[in-house]
């Protein structure tokens, strides 16, 4: 038996070990091996280098929309209404009474304008408020939802190409101040809708809350762009009135309320312009308001003439229209039954013009199918025949059930009715119907056959062979996943922008500092020559906003 000390006292076989002969380190070479040096033409190793993050932010009238680029959809999506706006520790919507207090009246022409960031009508606008309001949600969104530092992260802003140049000075002071933004790249809303769509001409119709804007883009850029003054807006207003016409003969019985309440649910609804009845309005619009088609739309308007130009004599029709049950959250809280049909009229009447004449409607007031018509007849027909084949229907109002293919409808029957005719009127007409003298054809007149080119027909066979063919000259819908994915996917793609404006640069001369397009691109034709001129940047334009 060993003793604990004998057993320590043993000593390892002193032969190498088999299978770690391959460890031992060769004498002949250095311990260090020595660094491979790239060249000063060689692109840096990407093996440890982050991927810069950059940030996308859609900014509108009345929501700004934040994320980041690559990603699906936005993070967040912050309003701009007078509830979104209070300081910290200011609990009062939580009281019983909050709701039901009284509340300042708006005229007509200036309700809703609480919930607004801008407009474009610039008259009396409070250009320190608009800033304070856009630093509120930025510094929300950073907080609260994208949780990063801001004063190295590249950003991505989506505006509408129409944005006047104060508000556009706004956004860009506020954000490059505030937030030390190194560098912003200003991207359009018609462009990255097309490029949401997949597409690289369109014609994109933004059915916004203040305007409907029509632009026609072909090959990445804007070279029409109509407006409407038919949006949201207007739709909002419609529907406050059919809700107020069914609450009117509830508003009588008013036994039990204090003289305040019974005061105020006697007045009629053009004076109760309140945000209540905007917010109570503006839900029944994104909940129940649906568009019939064409000939559902006929048919009710001659029922409603019909039904109006009946004797009050004859009885009344035995069938009851569908009606849908509204509860109202404004005092005295009741709910108002109100046919399925009526939560279309609003529609009809904002967005479509039903039941107005044509020619009593301004250049600002025409419908979107007429002012589609109107865009498409603009343009060149090489482009119309590529921008009416994907009509990309966009904004709040595109999700009201029925509206797009209603307007791509009527939009087809003024096509198939007006044709591409400019002129139009009684004169017109009488020319189109006079009957055409037949054309001499003669052999004089006859034109020789045109040679075939065996070489050019084989090629145009390959071509046709390996593409799909394209789809141009008739009226298709397209849809679009939305401005910010647009954005989302052309700040992915690491691609330079056409407006990219420097911090120092902007806080140096503002938007008087951006030069135009001509001008920078003879400064870089001229720096092509040196070699010590690639990397420098020439100055920065305002491109589609300038």
């Given at each position: 038996?060993?003793?604990?000390?004998?057993y320590f006292?043993r000593?390892?076989?002193a032969?190498p070990r088999?299978?770690l002969?391959h460890?031992?380190a060769?004498?002949s070479?250095?311990?260090?091996p020595?660094?491979t040096?790239?060249?000063?033409?060689?692109?840096?190793s990407?093996?440890?280098?982050?991927?810069e993050?950059?940030?996308?932010?859609e900014?509108?009238?009345?929501h700004?929309s934040?994320?980041v680029?690559?990603?699906?959809y936005p993070?967040c999506?912050?309003g701009?209404?007078?509830e979104?706006?209070?300081?910290?520790?200011?609990y009062?919507?939580?009281?019983?009474e909050?709701?039901d207090r009284?509340?300042k009246?708006?005229?007509d022409?200036?309700?809703?304008e609480d919930?607004e960031?801008?407009?474009?009508?610039?008259r009396?606008?409070?250009?320190?408020?608009?800033e304070?309001?856009i630093?509120?949600a930025?510094?929300?969104?950073?907080?609260?939802y994208?949780?990063?530092?801001s004063?190295?992260?590249?950003?991505?802003?989506?505006l509408p190409?129409?944005?006047?140049?104060l508000?556009l000075?706004?956004v860009?002071?506020t954000i490059?101040?505030n937030f030390?933004t190194?560098s912003?790249?200003?991207?359009?809303s018609?462009?990255?809708?097309?490029?949401?769509a997949?597409?690289?001409?369109?014609?994109?119709?933004d059915?916004?809350?203040d305007e409907?804007?029509?632009t026609?883009v072909?090959?990445f850029?804007e070279i029409?762009v109509?407006?409407?003054?038919?949006?949201m807006k207007?739709?909002?207003k419609y529907?406050?009135?059919?809700l107020?016409?069914?609450a009117e003969?509830?508003?009588?019985?008013?036994?039990?309320?204090?003289?305040?309440e019974n005061?105020?649910?006697r007045?009629?609804?053009?004076?109760?312009?309140?945000?209540?009845?905007?917010?109570?309005?503006?839900?029944?619009v994104?909940?129940?308001a649906?568009?019939?088609?064409e000939?559902?739309?006929v048919?009710?308007q001659?029922q409603?003439?019909?039904a109006?130009?009946k004797?009050?004599?004859e009885?009344?029709e035995?069938?009851?229209?569908?009606?849908?049950s509204i509860?109202?959250?404004?005092?005295p809280?009741?709910?108002?039954?109100i046919?399925?049909?009526?939560?279309?009229?609003?529609?009809e009447?904002?967005?479509?013009a039903?039941?107005?004449n044509?020619?009593?409607l301004?250049?600002e007031?025409?419908?979107l199918?007429?002012?589609i018509y109107?865009?498409?007849?603009s343009?060149?027909?090489d482009v119309r025949?590529?921008?009416m084949?994907?009509?990309m229907?966009?904004g709040?109002?595109?999700?009201?059930?029925?509206l797009?293919s209603?307007?791509?409808?009527e939009?087809?029957?003024i096509?198939?009715?007006?044709?591409?005719?400019?002129?139009q009127?009684?004169?017109?007409?009488k020319?189109a119907?006079k009957?055409?003298?037949?054309?001499p054809?003669?052999p004089?007149?006859?034109?020789?056959?045109q040679v075939?080119?065996?070489i050019t027909?084989k090629?145009e066979k390959d071509?046709?062979?390996?593409s799909?063919?394209e789809?141009?000259g008739?009226?298709?819908?397209?849809?679009?996943l939305g401005?910010?994915?647009?954005?989302s996917?052309?700040?992915?793609?690491k691609?330079?922008g056409?407006v990219?404006i420097?911090?120092?640069?902007?806080l140096?001369n503002?938007?008087?500092?951006?030069?135009r397009e001509?001008?920078?691109?003879?400064a870089?034709?001229?720096?092509?020559?040196?070699?010590?001129?690639?990397?420098?940047?020439?100055g920065?334009t305002?491109?589609?906003?300038?």
């Amino acid at each position: 038996m060993t003793t604990a000390a004998g057993y320590f006292d043993r000593k390892p076989n002193a032969g190498p070990r088999p299978g770690l002969a391959h460890l031992q380190a060769d004498p002949s070479s250095p311990h260090t091996p020595q660094r491979t040096f790239s060249s000063a033409f060689s692109s840096p190793s990407l093996s440890y280098r982050a991927e810069e993050e950059i940030l996308v932010f859609e900014l509108g009238s009345r929501h700004l929309s934040v994320g980041v680029a690559g990603e699906n959809y936005p993070r967040c999506r912050l309003g701009f209404g007078p509830e979104d706006g209070r300081r910290v520790g200011d609990y009062r919507p939580y009281y019983p009474e909050y709701q039901d207090r009284p509340r300042k009246r708006k005229r007509d022409y200036r309700w809703g304008e609480d919930h607004e960031l801008w407009r474009m009508d610039l008259r009396g606008v409070d250009f320190g408020l608009i800033e304070d309001k856009i630093e509120r949600a930025v510094r929300e969104a950073y907080t609260k939802y994208l949780l990063l530092d801001s004063k190295n992260k590249r950003l991505v802003l989506v505006l509408p190409s129409l944005l006047p140049h104060l508000l556009l000075s706004s956004v860009l002071t506020t954000i490059f101040v505030n937030f030390q933004t190194p560098s912003i790249t200003l991207f359009s809303s018609p462009t990255v809708n097309v490029v949401a769509a997949g597409c690289r001409a369109g014609l994109v119709v933004d059915i916004g809350w203040d305007e409907t804007v029509m632009t026609a883009v072909y090959d990445f850029r804007e070279i029409q762009v109509l407006k409407t003054a038919r949006a949201m807006k207007l739709v909002t207003k419609y529907m406050a009135e059919v809700l107020n016409g069914y609450a009117e003969p509830a508003a009588a019985s008013t036994d039990g309320l204090d003289s305040s309440e019974n005061q105020e649910a006697r007045l009629p609804f053009q004076l109760s312009f309140d945000s209540r009845y905007f917010e109570f309005a503006e839900e029944v619009v994104s909940r129940t308001a649906w568009c019939p088609t064409e000939a559902e739309g006929v048919r009710q308007q001659s029922q409603d003439t019909n039904a109006a130009e009946k004797d009050s004599s004859e009885p009344p029709e035995t069938k009851a229209p569908d009606t849908t049950s509204i509860p109202s959250p404004i005092p005295p809280r009741r709910t108002l039954q109100i046919p399925f049909t009526k939560l279309a009229e609003p529609v009809e009447k904002g967005l479509l013009a039903q039941g107005t004449n044509i020619h009593n409607l301004d250049h600002e007031e025409q419908s979107l199918p007429q002012l589609i018509y109107k865009t498409l007849l603009s343009l060149p027909p090489d482009v119309r025949a590529v921008c009416m084949s994907r009509i990309m229907i966009t904004g709040g109002g595109s999700n009201i059930a029925g509206l797009k293919s209603r307007i791509l409808s009527e939009l087809t029957s003024i096509i198939e009715k007006r044709g591409w005719d400019p002129v139009q009127g009684r004169v017109a007409r009488k020319v189109a119907n006079k009957p055409k003298l037949d054309q001499p054809t003669g052999p004089e007149t006859m034109l020789d056959p045109q040679v075939k080119d065996e070489i050019t027909e084989k090629l145009e066979k390959d071509k046709m062979k390996r593409s799909t063919p394209e789809v141009v000259g008739e009226v298709r819908g397209v849809e679009t996943l939305g401005a910010w994915a647009g954005g989302s996917l052309v700040a992915s793609l690491k691609v330079k922008g056409v407006v990219e404006i420097e911090r120092d640069t902007f806080l140096a001369n503002g938007l008087a500092g951006a030069k135009r397009e001509s001008e920078i691109v003879s400064a870089q034709r001229m720096s092509l020559g040196a070699r010590t001129g690639l990397g420098e940047k020439n100055g920065w334009t305002l491109g589609n906003w300038a």
